[in-house]
């Protein structure tokens, strides 16, 4: 799809990587962007500076993609949709009828609503949580679906959505796979905040930070700028029916994440190692990284920051900010 000229919908547009999307998107010469959001996670302060934008403006009646009417105003007269509107992991596992109404039945209401107003793109979000723990690192898009959690449960089925919308529809999608997003505008301080901010909000106070179990379980962390971007170029994709990691490959154990971060602050804490809880131990993934070829063949997507110069924007965005938003 071409950018030029278009008008885009960004769902959950006011979030924490939907933001960033519109940001990105404002880079290019698209005719309009309408952000669609509840504000149950999203917040006006992360939208403020591109509602400034002529060419970007906020669906007025709410823009939750639980009301079918809604959606269908919404998508009317729009070229392509960017859906990034869900209940984050941990929010799913206390809250999972709420999760299924949001992350599934929500989904396929914005795959009908794609199908019924003709939208040319959907750039779906889905999220490396569907591989579960890793069999084989990296992960690539082949690797078996092993999740176990409500949260992964979700995009599974919503994958399964897109392909079958694909299918019987001719719905032209494409599917990210977010590996650990982090970055500006997610949330610092609530009770589902990421590995990231509570590790920064614990050196902030003047507290060790604290690690659960040895520290060797590794991740692949991604700035959530790269994360916008690589939705972009899906948007602008010529591939269809295909899903992607969206990830650096890099590794990093979460003990080397919490000494990167205690050496840019200069700070002389050290770390807390502490058991896992039983749930903890029964839920926790040990290793996620994902392979990222497929991404930079067919997208032509590869990472700009890595992790220190990811961490080190976070950290001047909080300087900025208080250390939250």
């Known amino acids: 799809m071409k950018l030029a000229g278009s008008k885009i919908l960004v769902v959950g547009g006011a979030g924490f990587i939907g933001s960033f999307v519109v940001a990105e998107l404002l880079k290019h010469d698209v005719a309009e962007v309408v952000i669609y959001d509840n504000f149950a996670r999203g917040k006006q302060s992360n939208i403020a500076e591109y509602l400034k934008d002529p060419r970007c403006r906020l669906y007025p009646n709410g823009g939750d993609i639980r009301d079918i009417d809604l959606l269908n105003d919404a998508m009317r007269g729009m070229d392509g949709v960017i859906h990034l509107a ?23 209401n914005v795959l009908e609503a794609c199908v019924k ?14 591989y579960g723990d890793a069999v084989e690192v990296p992960m690539t898009e082949e690797h078996p679906f092993n999740n176990r959690n409500f949260y992964g ?17 001719g719905l032209s999608y494409v599917g990210m796979r977010y590996m650990n997003v982090y970055g500006p505008h997610q949330d610092q ?8 901010p509570i590790m920064l909000n ?13 520290g060797t379980q590794a991740y692949d962390f991604i700035y959530v700028e790269d994360v916008a971007r690589c939705n972009v170029l899906a ?22 994440l919490c000494d990167t971060i205690l050496d840019m602050r200069q700070s002389p804490l050290k770390v807390e190692y502490r058991p896992y809880s039983a749930d903890d131990a029964r839920r926790m993934v040990q290793n996620r990284i994902g392979c990222p070829k497929k991404a930079a063949r067919d997208l032509d997507f590869t990472f700009k920051y890595d992790l220190r110069e990811g961490l ?12 939250e938003e």
């Open 312 to 323: 080190q924007r976070l950290i001047d965005w909080r300087a900025q900010h208080g250390g």
């Open 117 to 130: 107003n003709n939208i040319k793109r959907l750039v779906y979000s889905s999220s490396a949580s569907v």
């Open 189 to 196: 301080t609530a009770a589902y905040t990421g590995v990231i």
């Open 202 to 214: 614990k050196i902030d106070a003047n507290e060790p930070p604290v690690i659960n179990g040895d």
């Open 86 to 108: 869900a209940m984050w992991l941990l929010h799913c596992k206390d809250f999972p009828r709420t999760a299924f109404h949001v992350n599934i039945e929500g989904t396929f």
């Open 153 to 169: 449960a979700s995009k599974i089925a919503g994958e399964a959505m897109c392909h079958a919308f694909h299918d019987r529809y």
């Open 235 to 256: 948007l602008e994709a010529e591939v269809t029916d295909e899903f992607y990691n969206v990830g650096t490959g890099v590794q990093t154990s979460i003990k080397e």
